[in-house]
């Protein structure tokens, strides 16, 4: 297995822009999580997923961001409109049944 | 939800000390305990875990410890190498995977 693929690695965009993260998970992999991460805030949860519904999303920072999980073997993290405070390193990570959750490589995103 | 907190934010030691950092959580259900290590520009990846029926475990350097009375675990690494600096996070998970704040591991040849 690849591991989990996530992509793009960098976006920079315009604040006001439409961004969207992608994650493809490790295969057989039933949780799934989306991560910020900053240098003042460390790495926050802002999504999870079990089975594909989401289970707790009282980390998402506000209604600008949503994410979707479509099926096993897919998830997108959207921002509309993006801010320049929504730079960061963004992380999907999954795993299985509460073992080891491996992460992905990360995406930076930088709002201009 | 799950509440983690991890002391120290850093920590800097000489090449060959033992370096500890601490974590406590607030969720009693937890079971599952795992240390995760981020070198620069990388992403986090589990060093070593414990479950709640083991009061430690060990893997060569590295070791972990659990109070679960206390509510808190612990990572011990001994005879620190330069290449052991890093940001070192625990996580608490029962509903959710939460981490720590993370701690800067720095060793110094």
């Known amino acids: 297995d690849a591991g989990v693929i996530q992509s793009p690695r960098h976006e920079v965009t315009e604040m006001g822009q439409e961004v969207t993260l992608r994650c493809k998970p490790i295969s057989g992999h039933n949780s799934l999580f989306w991560y910020r991460q900053t240098m003042m805030r460390g790495l926050e949860l802002l999504i999870y997923?079990?089975?594909?519904?989401?289970?707790?999303d009282s980390g998402m920072p506000e209604d600008r961001f949503s994410a979707k999980m479509p099926n096993a073997s897919f998830s997108t993290l959207k921002i509309q409109p993006s801010e320049p405070r929504d730079s960061a390193v963004y992380f999907c990570?999954?795993?299985?049944?509460?073992?080891?959750?491996?992460f992905g490589q990360g995406t930076r995103l930088t709002v201009v | 939800g799950e509440n983690v907190e991890q002391h120290p934010s850093t920590l800097s030691v000489q090449e060959g000390d033992s370096a500890v950092i601490k974590c406590t959580y607030s969720d009693s259900a937890s079971n599952y305990f795992p240390w995760y290590k981020q070198e620069l520009g990388k992403r986090p990846q589990l060093i070593i875990d414990?479950?709640?029926?083991?009061g430690e475990k060990k893997d060569q350097r590295i070791a972990v410890t659990l109070n679960k009375t206390a509510k808190h675990f612990s990572l011990h690494i001994t005879e620190t190498q330069p290449e052991d600096s890093a940001v070192y996070f625990c996580?608490?998970?029962?509903?959710?995977?939460?981490f720590g704040k993370g701690t800067m591991l720095l060793v110094s040849p």
């Open positions: 414990i479950r709640s029926n083991v």
């Open positions: 990570a999954s795993s299985l049944d509460w073992r080891e959750a491996f």
């Open positions: 997923f079990n089975n594909n519904v989401p289970i707790d």
């Open positions: 996580a608490a998970p029962y509903s959710t995977l939460t």
